[in-house]
């Protein structure tokens, strides 16, 4: 590239047209494409925590199946909705299924639809992904450090795996900040991240709402003391604290890969 075209000028000496602006647009080029390196890693991370994330889903249903009370350890499993009705666990297939598309992703040929989906798991993890994996962690530990009888009882300890609860709530996030790492991800446009944010908090929401109506009690014990007025508003700072969790990660990106992000920018004025 940067050799042929009529209009060029003239490299002296060199005997061929030469385009001065060609080398900036190169360096672009350059910066912008993803490098063999990049992409192995991206393929071993993938693998790596999409065999992780089978583990754990694994180790936790084993350990549930085992538990001679599993309504006692396993809060939901004998109500309406199972415990689908806790973020957490609605989290560890979200990164599951993350996972899985990303490993897919890579190990397709080069095609339109391998674009397609390359795109998609950006928007999966730019969107979703990483932000549901930080808020179940930040709100988690949060509301476990001024007390974690809101949140996590004491009595779980008698049966429910330390490590385990590490899987639930700690690694991840640790995940999450690896894969941010490792690949890069091009970030939707605000209106599309608010949008899709409004959408799976307020589907949330509605879902534990109406297994409200058939439990007569909210997923989590520190729900269940708040009146109405404070439970809309801890509904409404959810959905902000998601959507925050979306912008630090996209800080994040930009921290890790601001040479790649104004490279696209460049190139996105010159095309």
Same mark, same amino acid.
């Given at each position: 590239?940067?050799?042929?075209g009529?209009g060029d000028?003239?490299?002296?000496?060199?005997?061929?047209w030469?385009? !001065?602006t060609? !080398? !900036?647009?190169?360096?672009?080029?350059?910066?912008?494409?993803?490098?063999?390196?990049?992409v192995?890693?991206?393929?071993? @991370?993938?693998?790596?925590?999409l @065999?992780?994330?089978? /583990?754990?889903?694994?180790?936790?249903?084993?350990? !549930?199946?085992n @538990?001679?009370?599993?309504g006692r350890?396993?809060?939901?499993a004998d109500?309406h909705g199972?415990?689908?009705?806790f973020?957490t /666990?609605v989290?560890?297939?979200?990164?599951f299924l993350?996972?899985?598309l990303a490993?897919f992703?890579d190990?397709?040929?080069?095609?339109?639809?391998k674009?397609f989906?390359?795109?998609?798991?950006?928007?999966?993890?730019?969107?979703?992904?990483?932000?549901f994996?930080?808020?179940?962690?930040?709100a988690?530990?949060?509301?476990?450090?001024?007390?974690?009888e809101? %949140? /996590?009882?004491?009595?779980?300890?008698e049966? %429910?795996?330390f490590?385990?609860?590490? /899987?639930?709530?700690?690694?991840i996030?640790?995940?999450?900040?690896?894969e941010?790492?490792?690949?890069?991800?091009r970030?939707?446009?605000?209106f599309?991240?608010?949008?899709?944010?409004?959408?799976?908090?307020?589907?949330y929401?509605?879902?534990?709402?109406?297994?409200f109506?058939?439990?007569?009690?909210w997923?989590?014990?520190?729900?269940?003391?708040?009146p109405?007025?404070?439970?809309?508003v801890?509904?409404?700072?959810s959905?902000f @604290?998601?959507?925050?969790?979306?912008?630090?990660?996209r800080?994040l990106?930009?921290?890790?890969w601001h040479?790649?992000?104004l490279?696209l920018?460049q190139?996105?004025?010159?095309?």
């Amino acid at each position: 590239e940067g050799w042929g075209g009529e209009g060029d000028k003239v490299g002296e000496g060199r005997g061929v047209w030469y385009d !001065e602006t060609s !080398e !900036e647009e190169d360096r672009n080029k350059v910066r912008t494409r993803r490098t063999t390196k990049e992409v192995a890693l991206g393929y071993v @991370c993938h693998l790596l925590f999409l @065999c992780f994330y089978i /583990y754990v889903h694994v180790y936790d249903s084993t350990t !549930e199946k085992n @538990c001679p009370t599993p309504g006692r350890y396993f809060p939901g499993a004998d109500r309406h909705g199972g415990r689908w009705m806790f973020l957490t /666990y609605v989290n560890l297939w979200i990164q599951f299924l993350y996972f899985f598309l990303a490993f897919f992703t890579d190990i397709m040929p080069p095609s339109e639809a391998k674009g397609f989906f390359q795109r998609l798991t950006d928007l999966a993890f730019t969107t979703i992904a990483f932000p549901f994996s930080a808020f179940v962690f930040i709100a988690f530990w949060s509301i476990y450090a001024i007390d974690r009888e809101f %949140i /996590y009882p004491t009595f779980l300890d008698e049966y %429910i795996p330390f490590i385990l609860n590490h /899987y639930w709530h700690t690694t991840i996030l640790i995940a999450s900040l690896i894969e941010l790492i490792v690949v890069f991800h091009r970030h939707p446009s605000s209106f599309t991240a608010v949008t899709i944010s409004f959408v799976i908090s307020t589907t949330y929401i509605i879902w534990i709402t109406w297994l409200f109506t058939k439990n007569s009690k909210w997923p989590y014990p520190f729900m269940n003391k708040m009146p109405p007025p404070l439970l809309l508003v801890f509904f409404v700072s959810s959905f902000f @604290c998601n959507l925050g969790m979306y912008y630090l990660g996209r800080g994040l990106t930009y921290l890790r890969w601001h040479e790649r992000i104004l490279g696209l920018q460049q190139q996105s004025k010159v095309d």
